[in-house]
């Protein structure tokens, strides 16, 4: 019904940065908040970042001033904008969208994709 895919990851060195898009297509009615979450290997999957269908941002400390989330409501896309890279931002990145279909308008249900690697080099 609704499908998340990211793209924008590689490997780049500390201090670089990168641009991660996540892209929804389905039958979407609308979309609410919008988040961005990372798991490493052996860890539990943490939040990144969010933004709501107002653009209202909210971030982990751990990326707080280095890392800016946006999105663009007309083409259901979101974006992270990672600056300043470190070794510890290493990590498959994956998006989550609160999603209402065309099916259920009033009622959101969370979608994430499948995930992208980011891979910081020291």
């Known amino acids: 019904q609704v499908q998340l895919v990211e793209s924008g990851g590689g490997l780049v060195q500390a201090g670089g940065s990168l641009r991660l898009s996540c892209a929804a297509s389905g039958i979407i009615f609308r979309i609410d908040a919008m988040y961005w979450y990372r798991q490493t290997p052996g860890k539990q999957r943490e939040w990144v970042a969010s933004?709501?269908?107002?653009?209202?941002?909210n971030y982990a400390d751990s990326v707080k001033g280095r890392f800016t989330i946006s999105r663009d409501n007309a083409e259901n896309t979101v974006y992270l904008q990672m600056n300043s890279l470190r070794p510890e931002d290493t990590a498959v990145y994956y998006c989550?969208?609160?999603?209402?279909?065309?099916?259920?308008?009033?009622?959101?249900?969370?979608?994430w994709g499948k995930g992208t690697l980011v891979t910081v080099s020291s």
């Open positions: 989550k969208s609160d999603v209402r279909t065309t099916q259920t308008p009033y009622f959101a249900k969370n979608y």
């Open positions: 933004i709501t269908s107002g653009g209202s941002t």
